[in-house]
T-cell receptor, first 113, second 115 residues
Framework: DQQVKQNSPSLSVQEGRISILNCDYTNSMFDYFLWYKKYPAEGPTFLIS?????DKNEDGRFTVFLNKSAKHLSLHIVPSQPGDSAVYFC????????????FGKGTHLIIQP | DTGVSQDPRHKITKRGQNVTFRCDPI?????LYWYRQTLGQGPEFLTY????????KSRLLSDRFSAERPKGSFSTLEIQRTEQGDSAMYLC?????????????FGPGTRLTVT
């Protein structure tokens, strides 16, 4: 039973445009959500997080939106840059983020020039 | 470099052998986590420590796996009698926990190949 789902295995976006990556979850006990970026042969790199008491968090070009009623979150990257090409993982946790994370399978974002 | 480090980066072993991996967390972080990632999947949680205490173990952590964090600093993950299904990337992460959790920061991983 996959508790965190990323239904798009890949996404291609033109440089300078907006990239929107989506994530759905099923466990109502999750109260902390994170996005990680991963390059091949490296560990995941933390990007941005959001607590369930908020519906939006912004950090530079990255914004995460949380819709608790729909159990859905999204990551917006504006504007998209070539260095953004990577696999993006959505992750969720209970306990305010202190517990082990449950990850989705990832979305491979490709930024085209 | 003050990030999470893991050693070795790559390990090739024969089925039935024991292997041990080491993780050094970010120095002020009191929580340390182990994950496993296989091809096409996201990382899967295995276990975590707060200081030297092992607080949670996933059902994925079979009795062939054991993890320690003896002095609340570095941690080791040992796999006994390795099987081909153990081939994966083993990731370590650390975080600071006070009254709430904070973001987990990952190391580069140890890639295990069991032949």
């Amino acid at each position: 039973d996959q508790q965190v789902k990323q239904n798009s295995p890949s996404l291609s976006v033109q440089e300078g445009r907006i990239s929107i990556l989506n994530c759905d979850y099923t466990n109502s006990m999750f109260d902390y959500f994170l996005w990680y970026k991963k390059y091949p042969a490296e560990g995941p790199t933390f990007l941005i997080s959001i607590s369930s008491i908020k519906d939006k968090n912004e950090d530079g070009r990255f914004t995460v939106f949380l819709n608790k009623s729909a159990k859905h979150l999204s990551l917006h990257i504006v504007p998209s840059q070539p260095g953004d090409s990577a696999v993006y993982f959505c992750a969720a946790s209970g306990g305010g983020g202190a517990d082990g994370l449950t990850f989705g399978k990832g979305t491979h974002l490709i930024i085209q020039p | 470099d003050t990030g999470v480090s893991q050693d070795p980066r790559h390990k090739i072993t024969k089925r039935g052998q024991n292997v041990t991996f080491r993780c050094d967390p970010i120095s002020e972080h009191n929580r340390l986590y182990w994950y496993r990632q296989t091809l096409g999947q996201g990382p899967e949680f295995l276990t975590y420590f707060q200081n030297e205490a092992q607080l949670e173990k996933s059902r994925l952590l079979s009795d062939r796996f054991s993890a320690e964090r003896p002095k609340g600093s570095f941690s080791t993950l040992e796999i006994q009698r390795t099987e081909q299904g153990d081939s994966a990337m083993y990731l370590c992460a650390s975080s600071l926990f006070v009254r709430a959790g904070y973001e987990q920061y990952f190391g580069p991983g140890t890639r295990l190949t069991v032949t």
